[in-house]
Nanobody
Framework: QVTLVESGGGLVQAGDSLRLSCVAQ????????MAWFRQAPGKEREFLAA????????YYADSVKGRFTISKDNTLNTHYLQMNNLKFEETAVYYC????????????????WGQGTQVTVSS
């Protein structure tokens, strides 16, 4: 069992930066894939980025490539999402997720989810 606890959301202006954190509790994360998704009102959950805990393989959605950076700190069992140059349309609830397997961008294949953190970008 893995419990994910997110933090770092808030209200920012367009063009600002924000860093989200996700602490994993409950077990070691060897071979796990850790990811970030977001969901805006009335829209489907959207993949943003993922990182393999052991092999440091990293994946990004095209919509955030070059602006968002996923990273991790093994000693803290924490992974992060640094978001730069945020846009108004990126207002959403942001979720971290984990699965005990290789990378995928399908939210249905992630077993563990954080509670979500609201990111609001004002224009």
């Amino acid at each position: 069992q893995v419990t994910l606890v997110e933090s770092g959301g808030g209200l920012v202006q367009a063009g600002d930066s924000l860093r989200l954190s996700c602490v994993a509790q409950g077990r070691t994360l060897d071979q796990y894939t850790m990811a970030w998704f977001r969901q805006a009102p009335g829209k489907e959950r959207e993949f943003l980025a993922a990182i393999n805990w052991t092999r440091d393989l990293i994946y990004y959605a095209d919509s955030v490539k070059g602006r968002f950076t996923i990273s991790k700190d093994n000693t803290l069992n924490t992974h992060y999402l640094q978001m730069n140059n945020l846009k108004f349309e990126e207002t959403a609830v942001y979720y971290c997720a984990a699965r005990g397997g290789p990378y995928t961008d399908l939210p249905s294949l992630y077993r563990y989810w954080g509670q979500g953190t609201q990111v609001t970008v004002s224009s």
